[in-house]
């Protein structure tokens, strides 16, 4: 980085002014609570960026040219399993990697990174979270019973701020193609010594060529491989009208994870999801029956970007040597996980189809024998 000052390391504590505990972010209250006194304290806005959130510029980031106020070093431990980098408070030296239920030693190492510019505050208390997730289990019929037991009463979830991307970009793309329409012949076949007359679709290819513009807001990528893709994606749709201005106070009682997919390799997946709602712009500009498309030239300007953090609650366990993971919403409770499955309970659903269609061949030998 090329900033005047280096970044600052930040550890935050939230101490309550009653009894000196730590504070929490509630949920349900939207607030800091304290476990163990009861007190309250809101959560003020005290950040330089009150009424909105401020794009940062993807070129300034690519050359390591964003203000030194822009970057920060927090306290983190990268799971030996998973490499996901978890950040830790300071009294925490040892756990179980929320990801992959890997034990996991901290280390003091920090990681170097741009800042978050948003925030979305969790909605969901973990006891809410923990019905979602049981009850998304207990519709999986062919589950291990000792699992969902397990998630019922297993340890605590986490809750988790998981790191993404978000894109802005002014496009404006040329087009070369052809626009397709249909029209149908009549033909005369014959079928079994009879002629008939049969339509046959066709299609009329002209040349087409066009302009489309486009701006595109708040393209989401997700900043982590800690945990699959389409775990994540499927987790959508976020509501991040609601993103609030980072402040250090959402986190308090969570964890954040730091990213592990830099701007620059976000903003190559962001271009992809870009130019495919491009191509989709592209084919109704060129209009008709049928569309093909030769040439599209992007030409993409004014790039912006910001860091986010998302809240998802999370479950890892390891049940007979294998890890299962859930992951839930933390706004919506949408689910999803790895999909388990019994072999016993899959071997008596193959034993009862089994008996059924044989009840059923025994039944319609009978009827046939009585005709």
Same mark, same amino acid.
């Given at each position: 980085?090329?900033?005047?000052?280096?970044?600052?390391?930040?550890?935050?504590?939230?101490?309550?002014?009653?009894?000196?505990?730590?504070?929490?972010?509630?949920?349900?209250?939207?607030?800091?609570?304290?476990?163990?006194?009861?007190?309250?304290?809101?959560?003020?806005?005290?950040g330089?960026?009150?009424?909105?959130?401020?794009?940062l510029?993807?070129?300034?980031?690519?050359?390591?040219?964003?203000?030194?106020?822009?970057?920060?070093?927090?306290?983190? $431990?990268? +799971? !030996?399993? =998973? /490499?996901?980098? *978890?950040?830790?408070?300071?009294? @925490? %030296?040892? $756990?179980? +990697? !929320?990801? =992959? /239920?890997?034990? *996991?030693?901290t280390?003091?190492? @920090? %990681?170097?990174?741009?800042? !978050?510019?948003?925030?979305?505050?969790?909605?969901?208390?973990?006891?809410?979270?923990?019905?979602?997730?049981?009850?998304?289990?207990?519709?999986?019929?062919?589950?291990?019973?000792?699992?969902?037991?397990?998630?019922?009463?297993?340890?605590?979830?986490?809750?988790?701020?998981?790191?993404?991307?978000?894109?802005?970009?002014?496009?404006?793309?040329?087009?070369?193609?052809?626009?397709?329409?249909?029209?149908?012949?009549?033909?005369?076949?014959?079928?079994?010594?009879?002629?008939?007359?049969?339509?046959?679709?066709?299609?009329r290819?002209?040349?087409?060529?066009?302009?489309?513009?486009?701006?595109?807001?708040?393209?989401?990528?997700?900043?982590?491989?800690?945990?699959?893709?389409?775990?994540?994606?499927?987790?959508?749709?976020?509501?991040?009208?609601?993103l609030?201005?980072?402040?250090?106070?959402?986190?308090?009682?969570?964890?954040?994870?730091?990213?592990?997919?830099?701007?620059?390799e976000?903003?190559?997946?962001?271009?992809?999801?870009?130019?495919?709602?491009?191509?989709?712009?592209?084919?109704?500009?060129?209009?008709?029956?049928?569309?093909?498309?030769?040439?599209?030239?992007?030409?993409?300007?004014?790039?912006?970007?910001?860091?986010?953090?998302?809240?998802?609650?999370?479950?890892?366990y390891?049940?007979r040597?294998?890890?299962?993971?859930f992951v839930?919403?933390?706004?919506?409770?949408?689910?999803?996980?790895?999909?388990?499955?019994?072999?016993?309970?899959?071997?008596?659903?193959?034993?009862?189809?089994?008996?059924?269609?044989?009840?059923?061949?025994?039944?319609?030998?009978?009827?046939?024998?009585?005709?």
């Amino acid at each position: 980085m090329t900033e005047t000052a280096p970044a600052i390391s930040q550890e935050h504590r939230f101490p309550c002014d009653q009894c000196g505990a730590d504070l929490r972010f509630d949920p349900q209250a939207g607030q800091l609570v304290c476990d163990h006194c009861g007190n309250t304290a809101p959560i003020t806005d005290q950040g330089p960026w009150h009424g909105g959130i401020r794009e940062l510029d993807f070129e300034r980031a690519i050359r390591d040219q964003l203000p030194a106020q822009e970057i920060e070093e927090t306290r983190v $431990t990268t +799971c !030996p399993n =998973c /490499a996901a980098q *978890v950040e830790f408070t300071g009294a @925490t %030296h040892a $756990t179980e +990697c !929320p990801f =992959c /239920a890997t034990p *996991v030693v901290t280390d003091t190492g @920090t %990681h170097r990174h741009i800042k !978050p510019r948003g925030v979305l505050p969790f909605a969901l208390t973990e006891e809410a979270a923990r019905k979602a997730m049981t009850d998304w289990l207990g519709r999986l019929w062919f589950a291990p019973n000792g699992l969902q037991q397990y998630a019922r009463k297993g340890r605590r979830m986490d809750g988790i701020y998981v790191p993404y991307w978000t894109f802005d970009a002014q496009t404006r793309s040329r087009y070369r193609g052809e626009r397709g329409t249909i029209y149908y012949e009549t033909r005369h076949v014959t079928v079994n010594g009879k002629r008939q007359a049969q339509r046959v679709m066709k299609i009329r290819w002209a040349p087409a060529s066009g302009r489309v513009q486009r701006f595109f807001d708040d393209v989401l990528v997700l900043a982590s491989r800690s945990l699959p893709k389409r775990f994540t994606d499927a987790l959508e749709p976020w509501d991040l009208a609601a993103l609030e201005p980072y402040q250090p106070e959402y986190l308090a009682g969570f964890r954040a994870e730091g990213y592990t997919v830099d701007v620059e390799e976000g903003y190559g997946e962001a271009r992809q999801i870009m130019h495919r709602v491009i191509e989709r712009d592209v084919r109704f500009d060129i209009g008709g029956d049928r569309q093909r498309i030769h040439d599209i030239a992007t030409d993409v300007s004014d790039v912006t970007f910001k860091h986010i953090l998302l809240p998802v609650w999370l479950a890892a366990y390891k049940y007979r040597g294998r890890t299962y993971r859930f992951v839930v919403n933390g706004r919506t409770g949408r689910v999803q996980g790895e999909r388990p499955w019994s072999a016993w309970k899959i071997a008596i659903a193959v034993v009862l189809g089994l008996i059924v269609a044989a009840g059923v061949g025994y039944v319609v030998a009978l009827n046939q024998e009585g005709f």
